[in-house]
């Protein structure tokens, strides 16, 4: 278990949907990613959050966005949803300090289908 | 930005024998190198990583090599064993940002009795 919980496990929902995706980190870690995961495909970077702040972007679609509470949990939000959305979504936390490459704990994922 | 390729993508050993999995990187600013083991359904599990100020580290039966001036930079798995079967991620740490991996595409292992 690496402390990283991600909710809900699993989501079906139609396409045209909105989903919201929750994660919280492990205690005392102060940066959150996101991870897109489809299908025979690697773990493609979506989005960082460091201390309730938009750090680092990567491949995410303007249909896509997220957030940073102060309690340091996150949420990714995915509207209109098309059938190429469905994937896994994996959240992961580090400590949070810059420089020498950090240590990320991933969570167990959100698997996400469209029909 | 940086690139990370992995080979191969599917890897089939005998129980008891060595494998290995190597990625190339293209940033040579990359000072981190995280290997990550996923099993299904899981989530990616970090097992071993490397800071650029070494060139060799080892963990029981683990062990990541890295050669900075090739750039790349080699997982090892002796005497494997059927619970080593899984998918396997390289990542580099890129300068892009505050701190960002990028993942190579896995290596299917699977380690037969």
């Known amino acids: 278990d690496s402390g990283v919980t991600q909710t809900p496990k699993h989501l079906i929902t139609a396409t045209g949907q909105r989903v919201t995706l929750r994660c919280s980190p492990r205690?005392?870690?102060?940066?959150v990613y996101w991870y897109q995961q489809s299908l025979d495909q690697g773990l493609q970077f979506l989005i960082q959050y460091y201390n309730g702040e938009e750090r680092a972007k990567g491949n995410i679609l303007e249909r896509f966005s997220a957030q940073q509470f102060p309690d340091l949990h996150s949420e990714l939000n995915l509207s209109s949803l098309e059938l190429g959305d469905s994937a896994l979504y994996f959240c992961?936390?580090?400590?949070?300090?810059?420089?020498?490459?950090?240590?990320?704990?991933f969570g167990p994922g959100t698997r996400l289908l469209v029909l | 930005g940086e690139n990370v390729e992995q080979h191969p993508s599917t890897l089939s050993v005998q129980e008891g024998d060595s494998a290995v999995i190597k990625c190339t990187y293209s940033?040579?600013?990359?000072?981190?190198f995280p290997w990550y083991k996923q099993e299904l359904g899981k989530g990616p599990q970090l097992i071993i990583d490397i800071r650029s100020n070494v060139g060799e580290k080892k963990d029981q039966r683990i062990a990541v090599t890295l050669n900075k001036t090739a750039k790349h930079f080699s997982l090892h798995i002796t005497e494997t064993q059927p619970e080593d079967s899984a998918v396997y991620f390289c990542?580099?740490?890129?300068?892009?940002?505050?701190?960002?991996?990028?993942f190579g595409t896995g290596t299917r292992l699977l380690v037969s009795p």
């Open positions: 205690s005392g870690d102060l940066s």
């Open positions: 992961a936390s580090s400590v949070g300090l810059a420089g020498e490459g950090e240590t990320q704990y």
């Open positions: 990542a580099a740490s890129s300068k892009e940002g505050f701190q960002k991996l990028v």
């Open positions: 940033d040579s600013a990359s000072n981190y």
